[in-house]
Antibody, heavy 119, light 111 residues
Framework: EVQLVESGGGLVQPGGSLRLSCAAS????????MSWVRQAPGKGLEWVAN????????YYVDSVKGRFTISRDNAKNSLYLQMNSLRAEDTAVYYC????????????WGQGTLVTVSS | QSALTQPASVSGSPGQSITISCTGT?????????VSWYQQHPGKAPKLMIY???NRPSGVSNRFSGSKSGNTASLTISGLQAEDEADYYC???????????FGGGTKLTVL
């Protein structure tokens, strides 16, 4: 059974940093692109970033470029999102998701972890 | 403002069919057959319902179908059931640096 379990969310002040983790199991993690998708409270979904199987390619939504860094450790079956210079508008539930392929949809999602940016 | 445009809400009675539209541009929906659709119940993670415009993942009911014409993709749900009441999002690959974009979501109410 495919499982994606996020952790690392919490309350952080504006300008602060947070690192999210996603533990994957039930599939060959190193064979898939992986993404982070977020959802602000009461709002829609927003794709944040994704990373190629070997970590050699990474893409970001414009609003997080230069502040967020996606990475992975295939030996640990883990995906990460380092978030720096956090803003109030980054407040959201962050989902880890498996890319079905690099161009198509996300076929498995975690349960999400809440990040709240507030003073 | 979302990159893809969806109606805020649609409704239908049990047994009826409804269609949700998703309008983009030639840089996303119109340029590629990489539109996907997601169902999200309150407090739950999204679930993939359709990928690559019209393909259903294993386990998804054949009451759900997808299509595309020009820059607009559509999700049709036939034989509406109470459990279909949820938010629905479209997504597309895009040639912009963003790579993937979502629609703003559509709330489906089963009357």
């Amino acid at each position: 059974e495919v499982q994606l379990v996020e952790s690392g969310g919490g309350l952080v002040q504006p300008g602060g940093s947070l690192r999210l983790s996603c533990a994957a199991s039930g599939f060959t993690f190193s064979s898939y692109w992986m993404s982070w998708v977020r959802q602000a409270p009461g709002k829609g979904l927003e794709w944040v970033a994704n990373i190629k199987q070997d970590g050699s390619e990474k893409y970001y939504v414009d609003s997080v470029k230069g502040r967020f860094t996606i990475s992975r450790d295939n030996a640990k079956n883990s995906l990460y999102l380092q978030m720096n210079s956090l803003r109030a508008e980054d407040t959201a539930v962050y989902y880890c998701a498996r890319d079905f392929t690099v161009t198509t949809g996300f076929d498995y999602w975690g349960q999400g972890t809440l990040v709240t940016v507030s003073s | 403002q979302s990159a893809l445009t969806q109606p805020a809400s649609v409704s239908g009675s049990p047994g009826q069919s409804i269609t949700i539209s998703c309008t983009g541009t030639s840089s996303d929906v119109g340029g590629y057959n990489y539109v996907s659709w997601y169902q999200q119940h309150p407090g739950k993670a999204p679930k993939l319902m359709i990928y690559d415009v019209s393909n259903r993942p294993s386990g998804v009911s054949n009451r759900f179908s997808g299509s595309k014409s020009g820059n607009t993709a559509s999700l049709t749900i036939s034989g509406l059931q109470a459990e279909d009441e949820a938010d629905y999002y479209c997504s597309s690959y895009t040639s912009s640096s963003t790579l993937k974009v979502f629609g703003g979501g559509t709330k489906l109410t089963v009357l």
